[in-house]
């Protein structure tokens, strides 16, 4: 027979052997940007990397790094020129695009310092997602599509960009992702 003594022991250890396991989860996860219903991101151009996007001061020094993470509604991107990084087919580099999913809206014409979305001017501080992926001002080169929805629906929102040098002259084959 088992004495009380024992029984408690291994209930004991047996109870706590997950604490160190459930510790170490808590902490790697505070390193990652922790998105709640209505968190804002900020992208900056020229921003030391690497930020998490949770402030001017911590922005993300490229676009792409806000609308990869899972969960982003809100995203504002200050003034400067942004070029998709991220292909649809990796093959063909001019599939570069920067897609956006449902739910996610991306406010352009910031300075890098505002508090409030309506504190940005986009005619003052233009915002440029732009195209010309490799040799400056020659076309064949650039981007089919800048900008891409796939699947996407109204609630989607690009407010206060400018869009340029894509160029979709593609053979008609289409790519999803």
């Not at 930020?51 to 400067?80: K, N």
């Not at 690009?158 to 999803?176: H, K, M, P």
């Amino acid at each position: 027979m088992f004495s009380s003594k024992i029984l408690e022991k291994k209930f004991f250890f047996r109870k706590y052997r997950l604490l160190p396991v459930i510790l170490l989860l808590l902490s790697l996860s505070s390193s990652l940007p922790a998105l709640s219903s209505g968190a804002v991101l900020y992208v900056k151009e020229n921003s030391p990397a690497p930020g998490d996007g949770m402030t001017w001061q911590t922005a993300f020094p490229d676009l792409q790094q806000a609308l990869d993470i899972p969960g982003t509604s809100e995203i504002r991107v200050s003034q400067g020129t942004y070029k998709p990084s991220k292909t649809i087919h990796e093959a063909d580099p001019r599939t570069a695009t920067f897609s956006l999913r449902n739910g996610q809206t991306l406010y352009g014409g910031f300075r890098g310092t505002e508090t409030f979305r309506n504190q940005r001017n986009w005619k003052e501080y233009p915002t440029v997602l732009e195209g010309d992926l490799g040799i400056s001002g020659d076309i064949s080169d650039n981007c089919y599509h800048v900008v891409t929805l796939n699947g996407a629906n109204e609630t989607v929102l690009l407010d206060g960009f400018v869009l340029t040098r894509g160029n979709a002259d593609g053979t008609g084959e289409l790519y999803r992702n």
